[in-house]
């Protein structure tokens, strides 16, 4: 029973450059939530989706960020126009259903973006 | 909104006793977490409280109160391996799901 998996675990792009983070949530999970964690600081939401919705988008910068979980395959943080205040690491989480137990968020080993 | 707050760092001693405190202002509550993350790595759950009281797991104990906006993280027979950071978060009752996380509690544990 493999648990939620994020690639690639490391990223270097230049300024300008886009990056494309994946995360495939754990088997039967429905709900897929992105962090943001800046070294020494705590996870910071950024989005909340379930397959093909956004349900909740207000932690995410107004430009250059996008997200989505379609109906096949894993879900994609994507980054245009890369800058240096983008290298942090972005974890991925994912939780059963609603109304499934405690629903606790399960989460991935992350993605480290450098930024050069 | 959800506020929460946590101290940044802590220092306890190899099978002392320590209390992590969180506190918490939301717009909605629908239970209360805590995770712990070791260096480099994802966080892990260590527990849940929606309820107001204690609840025990092995070494690692958590207790809410609903009505002060109040939490902590009890940590028994402390061993080197425990020094991690230790994050609350707050599932608020919009959104099911979503959870706010503090910014972590930095826990070093000394010979």
């Known amino acids: 029973n493999a648990g939620v998996m994020q690639n690639p675990r490391h990223l270097v792009r230049r300024r300008g450059q886009e990056a494309r983070l994946r995360c495939s949530p754990m088997?039967?999970?429905?709900?897929v939530y992105w962090y943001r964690q800046l070294p020494e600081e705590g996870l910071k939401f950024m989005v909340y989706l379930q397959k093909e919705n956004i349900i909740d988008e207000s932690g995410m910068p107004k430009e250059r960020f996008s997200a989505e979980f379609p109906k096949e395959g894993p879900s994609i943080l994507r980054i245009q126009q890369v800058v240096r205040g983008d290298s942090a690491a972005y974890f991925c989480a994912s939780s059963p259903p609603t109304g499934q137990g405690v629903n606790e968020q399960y989460f991935g080993p992350g993605t480290r973006l450098t930024v050069t | 909104g959800q506020n929460i707050d946590q101290p940044t760092e802590m220092t306890a001693t190899e099978g002392a006793i320590v209390q992590i405190n969180c506190t918490y202002q939301?717009?909605?509550?629908?239970?209360l977490f805590w995770y712990q993350q070791h260096a480099g790595e994802a966080p892990t759950f260590l527990s849940y409280?929606?309820?107001?009281g204690l609840e025990e797991k092995g070494r690692f104990s958590s207790f809410l109160s609903r009505s002060k906006g109040y939490s902590y993280l009890l940590l028994k027979e402390l061993q080197m391996k425990d020094s991690a950071s230790y994050l609350c978060?707050?599932?608020?009752?919009?959104?099911?799901?979503?959870?706010?996380f503090g910014d972590g509690t930095t826990l070093t544990v000394k010979p």
């Open positions: 088997k039967g999970h429905s709900h």
């Open positions: 939301t717009s909605g509550f629908n239970g």
């Open positions: 409280n929606v309820l107001d």
């Open positions: 978060a707050v599932r608020g009752n919009t959104n099911a799901g979503k959870s706010t």
